[in-house]
């Protein structure tokens, strides 16, 4: 069993289930009928399809359980966001979080791979999550502190 609290681009989670695939060998295949099961707390459904995809290449066989599943509508500032449907208001919002972004993460200032994430957990913020959360600066105290 492998558990990841968020999936956002699945490469992470890629990374778990290649090294467990490297356990068994040509010789030795993966056991006939033992699962392998993916829980996660929440992921986008891209990055999620990215880890099946992963796992099916691998032939291991994988059961991901997702209990929240994201979609693009989730992500701050894609134009089917339902955090800010109104458009006007998107793009300022989002040159605000760019703008900060940058002071604060400036490899990826509206998250990991531009993942734009609204996801934070009591104990730690992923780094998919918009910096303007979870990182402080000079002029900037983040609302949720990545522990």
Same mark, same amino acid.
């Given at each position: 069993?492998?558990?990841?609290? $968020?999936?956002?681009?699945?490469?992470?989670?890629?990374?778990?289930?290649?090294?467990?695939?490297?356990?068994?060998?040509?010789?030795?295949?993966?056991?006939?009928?033992? @699962?392998?099961?993916?829980?996660?707390?929440?992921?986008?459904?891209?990055?999620?399809?990215?880890?099946?995809?992963?796992?099916?290449?691998?032939?291991? @066989?994988?059961?991901?359980?997702?209990?929240? !599943?994201?979609?693009?509508?989730?992500?701050? $500032?894609? !134009?089917?966001?339902?955090? $800010?449907?109104?458009?006007?208001?998107?793009?300022?919002?989002?040159?605000?979080?760019?703008?900060?972004?940058? !002071?604060? !993460?400036?490899?990826? @200032?509206?998250?990991?791979?531009?993942?734009?994430?609204?996801?934070?957990?009591?104990?730690?913020?992923?780094?998919?999550?918009?910096?303007?959360?979870?990182?402080?600066?000079?002029?900037?105290?983040?609302?949720? @502190?990545?522990?």
């Amino acid at each position: 069993m492998v558990v990841e609290d $968020f999936i956002a681009t699945g490469g992470n989670a890629q990374h778990q289930i290649k090294q467990l695939s490297r356990l068994w060998t040509a010789d030795e295949p993966w056991p006939a009928g033992v @699962p392998v099961y993916l829980l996660v707390i929440c992921g986008f459904d891209k990055g999620v399809s990215r880890v099946q995809r992963t796992a099916d290449a691998l032939a291991l @066989p994988l059961t991901v359980h997702v209990a929240d !599943e994201l979609g693009d509508h989730d992500r701050a $500032f894609h !134009e089917a966001s339902t955090v $800010f449907p109104d458009e006007a208001d998107r793009e300022r919002a989002r040159e605000i979080a760019y703008e900060r972004g940058v !002071e604060l !993460e400036p490899k990826h @200032p509206l998250g990991h791979e531009d993942s734009q994430a609204l996801v934070c957990f009591e104990a730690r913020c992923p780094n998919n999550t918009l910096p303007v959360l979870y990182k402080s600066g000079p002029n900037w105290d983040a609302l949720f @502190p990545r522990a």
